[in-house]
């Protein structure tokens, strides 16, 4: 009986030290800090087949072994931080122009497809490359034009690349943003990232994180769209409007204004845009700032064809006057502000869904409104991703507006 007390007891110590033994491996399969080249940012760039004989890696093939791609090669640029530079303090923050070259280290290659442009960038840096910090992807238009299948299967595989980053589109070459020397920021794409990210704060840009633009990629009624950005001579970065597509490829861009126009259909708060509103007299004109939206979309199925209405809500603040002759306290003033803002929006945000719906692009995702509410409909006409972008050129919108506004600020004359 004893002998069977210790057999039993002996066992459970045994049982026990099993379970704790997965416990005390600790970090088995840790990398350090020093040992990681963190990829804070990437370009991709279109390549001429000239500009690829002459810089040709046997990397990851050996030349002529393969045929070169059909929508040719990239050029990727990436920057990476170089450690102890990085300001980690209020106090470290700052920076003039030139700064840049300090805290990050930038290195490009040409490839055949973006792997092998990482493929040969590993090659060249002695630490593995990490993207666990990626935070900004640029890529160039004429990259875009050509077509993003490329550039989304890679980073979409990638178990490191988080959602939460962003991707954009430049206007010309995309490496001269990963160059940028902003006053303002000793990290260049920290600052093209804080630029998005202030942007949704004050209602100037619609939250369209990398993740979000994969998202409406998928979807059979929705397109994708991305922050179209140009650098500007101070280095600073201007959002010019919004890059819509087509699947994987850019079709066209909005301007910066057309913008508003997006987040008001959609109902995106908090608002940001001013605009100049033109009274009856040439010269008598102010400025009103939009500072809420709501948006209220339903549609009808006439004749096979979608029709929909679309009743958008904004709240306003006068901001400015052009002439002294305005007289803002009075009633009738404040109404013809309103009705003229009113006769400009409607034309205005209908004229932004036409500049999509000539290409088949609901960016707004109308299309998923319709699957949502009418599958039997979208099962019998529809049915597919090309169905719906045939369907979004001939669908019919109404749009109604009514603005009001809600402050005059403390000078009423």
Known sequence: MLGIKKWIKTVKWLCCILILIPLLTGCWDRLEI??????????????????????????????????????????????????????????????????????????DVVGQSIDDAFMILQQQISSRLFFGHLRVIVVSEAMAKRGLENVNDYFRRNPEVRRMAWLMISKGNAYRLMKAAPQLERVPTLYLMSTLDEGIRMGKFPKDYIGIFWSNLSKKGQEGFLPYVEIKKEQNVEIKGLAYFVGERMVGVTKPLEIAGYLAIKGVNPAGYRVFIQLDGGQDTVMTNATHRKAKIDFQIKDNIPHFKIRIAVELNL??????????????????????QEEASVEFYSNVIKKTQAKGSDIFGFGELVRAKKPRYWNQHIKTTEGWRSMYKNSKFEVQVSMRVRRIGMKAQ
């Open 319 to 340: 901001e400015e006057k052009l002439s002294e002759k305005i007289q803002i306290n009075n009633t009738d003033t404040l109404k013809l502000i309103e009705q003229k």
């Open 34 to 107: 020093e040992e990681r080249a963190v990829v804070l940012g990437v370009s991709i760039d279109a390549v001429d087949p000239e500009e690829v004989e002459d810089a040709s890696e046997e990397v990851s093939h050996v030349s002529g072994t393969i045929p070169s791609p059909k929508k040719g090669s990239v050029r990727v640029a990436v920057q990476i931080a170089l450690p102890g530079r990085i300001p980690l303090g209020p106090g470290e923050s700052g920076g003039g122009r030139g700064s840049s070259e300090e805290t990050v280290w930038v290195i």
